[in-house]
């Protein structure tokens, strides 16, 4: 684990990519989250992410548990809080093993485990005013 971070500035693949290369690794992949604008059939103003204090001890947790179950020469993660635009990178997920299909099954695995389980909650904000909370216990 190279690079576990929850931050409200814009988030660069390039730092993520970096953080995972490695002369180990025949294999990196990169997933790249970013805000869409509909969900459901209806058009999405806006986001607000808000994560719970122990987001980032449950994201390492998560990372951790990806390693231990896959065979890896790193694995990176950030995920984006704060108030985000149509377009912005809401999240980013990479992972560098010495074969490709490690590495894209890690990475499936981190952003599945990562959604599933740390608290970071999505407040969507539609164009007719309505809002929304995603993931939310």
Request: glycine share 8%.
């Given at each position: 684990m190279r690079?576990?971070?929850?931050?409200?500035?814009?988030?660069?693949?390039?730092?993520?990519?970096?953080?995972?290369?490695?002369?180990?690794?025949?294999?990196?992949?990169?997933?790249?989250?970013?805000?869409?604008?509909?969900?459901?059939g209806?058009?999405?103003?806006?986001?607000?992410?808000?994560?719970h204090?122990?987001?980032?001890?449950?994201l390492?947790e998560?990372?951790?548990g990806?390693?231990?179950?896959?065979?890896?020469?790193?694995?990176?993660?950030?995920?984006?809080?704060g108030?985000?635009?149509?377009g912005?990178?809401?999240?980013?997920?990479?992972?560098?093993?010495?074969?490709?299909?490690?590495?894209?099954?890690?990475?499936?695995a981190?952003?599945?485990?990562?959604k599933?389980?740390?608290?970071?909650?999505?407040?969507?904000?539609?164009a007719?005013?309505?809002?929304?909370?995603?993931?939310?216990?």
């Amino acid at each position: 684990m190279r690079l576990l971070d929850l931050r409200e500035q814009p988030l660069d693949p390039a730092e993520v990519l970096a953080a995972v290369a490695d002369p180990h690794a025949g294999g990196v992949n990169l997933f790249v989250g970013v805000v869409r604008d509909h969900d459901g059939g209806e058009h999405v103003a806006h986001l607000d992410y808000s994560a719970h204090p122990t987001a980032l001890d449950r994201l390492r947790e998560v990372a951790e548990g990806v390693v231990a179950d896959f065979e890896l020469v790193a694995v990176a993660a950030v995920h984006r809080v704060g108030r985000l635009a149509i377009g912005d990178t809401a999240v980013l997920v990479a992972a560098s093993a010495a074969h490709r299909g490690q590495a894209y099954d890690a990475s499936r695995a981190l952003i599945d485990r990562l959604k599933a389980q740390v608290p970071v909650w999505k407040h969507q904000v539609f164009a007719d005013g309505r809002e929304e909370w995603v993931g939310t216990p």
